[in-house]
């Protein structure tokens, strides 16, 4: 592998490996003394620090829904996403080996079927179904990805884009949180459930197929809202009757 490969592997195994750590260690080790709106500004906090210190060296996915959205709207190559998922899954995996380390030395902390895992039925703080969970998730994660791919040129993370993401993030979990836990992120939900085991485990599918469907989902739309080789801004062109393309004709002047 090139260096330049190389690194961009280990920016988003280790941007997945904090993420879980820290933002899932938020629910796991203070969810007593913050609550969820604690909990989501955890999320969007690291990943707003996270996508300022990696998103010019990889883009700073962390996500595999982020990455399948990116692959969709043909800014990665298949064999960047594959290593992308990858290091994220990896990732996921330390950051919940090295949280539940922590966790098991607080005494009297329940980890098995919870750890900050996603859920519905009786693992649900509303007690959503199946269904329910499902939609929201793919909606969720839908807002998410539309998100990064409509503040992000091509792959980096530059200007404010990385702002817009982390309160993207943390918006979808002040929602997500009572619902269902907020996947939003396959390589977030699989690490903390394979600690936590079972329920976790027996659910967690939900939360790596839906956040995918919500991915897809989100690229094309994208696809139409911000087509490849259009202008960026347009909404002020439009106002003013001006053209969009230089051989176009005024809105105005169409028939």
């Given at each position: 592998m090139e260096t330049t490969e190389t690194r961009t592997v280990?920016?988003?195994?280790?941007?997945?490996?904090?993420?879980?750590?820290?933002?899932?260690?938020?629910?796991?080790?203070?969810?007593?003394?913050?609550?969820?709106?604690?909990?989501?500004l955890a999320f969007?906090?690291?990943?707003?620090?996270?996508?300022?210190?990696?998103?010019?060296?990889?883009?700073?996915?962390?996500?595999?829904a982020v990455t399948?959205?990116?692959?969709?709207?043909?800014?990665?190559t298949v064999r960047t996403a594959v290593e992308y998922w990858i290091a994220q899954i990896l990732g996921g995996i330390v950051g919940a080996a090295l949280l539940f380390l922590v966790a098991k030395q607080v005494p009297g902390l329940q980890t098995h079927a919870a750890f900050g895992t996603n859920?519905?039925?009786?693992?649900?703080?509303?007690h959503i179904n199946l269904g329910g969970?499902?939609?929201a998730e793919i909606v969720m994660t839908f807002l998410f990805v539309f998100v990064v791919l409509g503040v992000t040129h091509k792959v980096a993370v530059l200007g404010f884009g990385g702002l817009a993401i982390g309160l993207a993030l943390a918006t979808v979990h002040l929602i997500g949180i009572?619902?269902?836990?907020t996947s939003v992120n396959p390589a977030r939900s699989l690490g903390p459930a394979l600690f936590a085991g079972g329920a976790a485990i027996t659910q967690v599918w939900l939360f790596i197929l839906a956040p995918l469907i919500g991915g897809a989902l989100a690229a094309v739309v994208h696809q139409i809202t911000h087509p490849?080789?259009?202008?960026?801004?347009?909404?002020?062109?439009?106002?003013?009757g001006e053209p969009t393309?230089?051989?176009e004709p005024a809105p105005g002047d169409r028939v």
């Open positions: 280990v920016s988003e195994f280790l941007g997945t490996l904090l993420l879980v750590f820290f933002a899932v260690g938020a629910a796991v080790l203070a969810g007593e003394y913050i609550g969820t709106f604690g909990i989501a969007g906090f690291v990943m707003l620090a996270l996508a300022y210190a990696l998103g010019p060296i990889s883009g700073c996915h962390i996500n595999p399948l959205g990116m692959l969709l709207a043909k800014r990665i859920g519905w039925g009786d693992r649900s703080a509303v969970a499902f939609v009572p619902l269902d836990g490849p080789q259009e202008p960026v801004v347009i909404a002020d062109r439009t106002a003013r393309k230089p051989d």
